[in-house]
């Protein structure tokens, strides 16, 4: 249907919230959601609710923050992103367009699936104080890759870094900056990164700071 694709496509190329995916569709809120609540039973998309708790003034301030979705496969979200909007250049034999427009996205694009891949190893990490509950954080100001509970009740924050360079101090600092504006008392921080941390970062890992690499994701194929 003309009005799912519409609602795909606007979550794979957007930043996944439902407003935004809706504008990008030109599609009521009424529409959108219903429409949502159908590819959600189909088990294309999932829906993810904020964290964030209002205190009933503020909602009725009109203080709201949006839902987030998200495909329940990366091929399918390449799919709606890359191949569909460009299918008849693709059926042509023409690939010019679609690997132009993969090259302008591709750190986007891998940088979700490395958070959520991160999130799977923090799961698989945790033995002893289990953790319980595991995605990400937004409001309308900041955004956490990783929000995460443990079955003791600890507050696990956390950012993850697809890039080419070592992640410094400023990082955590960065992070702790975050939680702090967002009021969330974080017991433990974890940083995952693609190219490892400076030795200053290195110096400060411990049982309240964490530190994860490529290398720790060997877990998620020893738990397989």
């Given amino acids: 249907m003309p009005l799912y694709h519409s609602i795909l496509t606007g979550i794979a190329v957007g930043d996944g919230k ?24 189909l088990g294309i998309i999932k829906l993810d609710k904020s964290k964030k708790v209002f205190t009933s003034w503020a909602e009725e301030d009109g203080e709201k923050v949006s839902n987030k979705l998200y495909f329940t496969s990366p091929f399918l979200r390449f799919w709606f992103a890359f191949i569909s909007p460009l299918f008849k250049g693709i059926k042509e034999g023409d690939y010019k ?11 986007e694009f891998t940088n979700l699936i490395f958070e959520q891949l991160s999130q799977e190893v923090l799961k698989t990490s945790f033995k002893d104080d289990k953790i319980v509950e595991c995605s990400s954080y937004w409001d309308n100001e900041i955004e956490l890759e990783i929000y995460a509970k443990t079955k003791s009740g600890k507050i696990i924050a956390g950012s993850c870094k697809y890039t080419n360079s070592k992640i410094k101090k400023s990082e955590l600092t960065k992070l702790q ?29 411990g049982e309240n700071i964490k530190l994860y690499t490529i290398k720790n994701f060997k877990l998620l194929v020893e738990n397989e």
């Avoid at 995916?21 to 009521?28: D, L, T």
């Avoid at 367009?97 to 750190?107: A, G």
């Fill in 97 to 107: 367009e679609v690997r132009e427009k993969f090259q302008n996205r591709k750190s």
């Fill in 18 to 41: 439902t407003h935004t995916a809706y504008k990008r569709a030109n599609i009521s809120k009424e529409v959108g959601d219903k429409a949502i609540e159908e590819l959600c039973d």
């Fill in 177 to 205: 900056e975050k939680c702090k504006k967002a009021k969330i008392k974080a017991d433990i921080f974890v940083i995952f990164s693609k190219q490892g941390f400076s030795s200053e970062l290195k110096s400060l890992k």
